[in-house]
């Protein structure tokens, strides 16, 4: 007995269509393989070679420049590229995380996550049934811990390492001043800055 040849195949994706994401994580790291998955979760994507990468290619335009180079630099070969393969949107992971964090309502988590409340409220009963941590809404925020502004710690890092002035960046970006003084003072004691 023959057995049939599926009639659409991709390329580059395994039993799970995972592959390629799979060695982006290993390779990159979570936070880089996350903020992929943030900007094309759901959806799949071709990977050009490094040589025909450049900041008005489609991919760059979708998930950023310097995001796209990481990506295409550590696993795109330079004969071919990558074909088409699926991004997880990595949904759970984003609620899990934001349910743990205190100080968010569940309004602020399904905005953020791109859902509707009732999904959120779900996810909470579940965490809550697992005996997992679950943040106070009524407690102050800790979000030192949340994505947004672990991203936003790292352009005032870049732009103080680049030499602006922290005023400049305070009234630029709209950050408060404590922030970027406190980002300063700790390049400053890494010997980083003078």
Same mark, same amino acid.
């Given at each position: !007995? =023959?057995?049939?040849? &599926?009639?659409?195949?991709? @390329?580059?994706?395994?039993?799970?269509?995972?592959? @390629?994401?799979?060695?982006?994580? *290993?390779?990159?790291?979570? *936070?880089? /393989?996350e903020e992929l998955a943030m900007y094309v979760g759901g959806q799949r994507i071709a990977l050009p070679r490094p040589s025909k990468l450049s900041p008005e290619h489609p991919l760059c335009q979708r998930i950023g420049y310097p995001l796209a180079c990481r990506i295409v630099e550590? @696993?795109? &070969? *330079?004969?071919?590229?990558? &074909?088409?393969?699926?991004? &997880?949107?990595?949904?759970?992971? =984003?609620?899990? =995380?934001?349910?743990?964090?205190?100080?968010?309502?569940? =309004? *602020?988590? /399904?905005?953020? /996550?791109?859902?509707? !409340?009732r999904t959120v409220h779900r996810y909470r009963a579940r965490m809550l049934r697992k005996g997992l941590r679950v943040g106070n809404h009524k407690a102050p925020r800790t979000l030192y811990r949340t994505y947004e502004v672990s991203k936003g710690e790292k352009v005032v890092r870049t732009l103080l390492l680049e030499g602006h002035s922290p005023s400049q960046i305070r009234d630029i970006l709209a950050v408060p001043g404590e922030v970027v003084l406190t980002i300063r003072a700790e390049l400053l004691r890494e010997g980083k800055i003078k």
């Open positions: !007995m =023959r057995t049939k040849k &599926p009639l659409i195949g991709f @390329v580059g994706d395994d039993e799970n269509g995972a592959s @390629v994401f799979t060695q982006i994580r *290993e390779t990159l790291g979570d *936070e880089d /393989a550590a @696993v795109s &070969p *330079e004969d071919g590229g990558v &074909p088409a393969f699926y991004v &997880p949107s990595l949904i759970d992971l =984003r609620i899990t =995380r934001l349910l743990e964090e205190d100080g968010l309502t569940a =309004r *602020e988590i /399904a905005q953020r /996550a791109g859902v509707c !409340m």
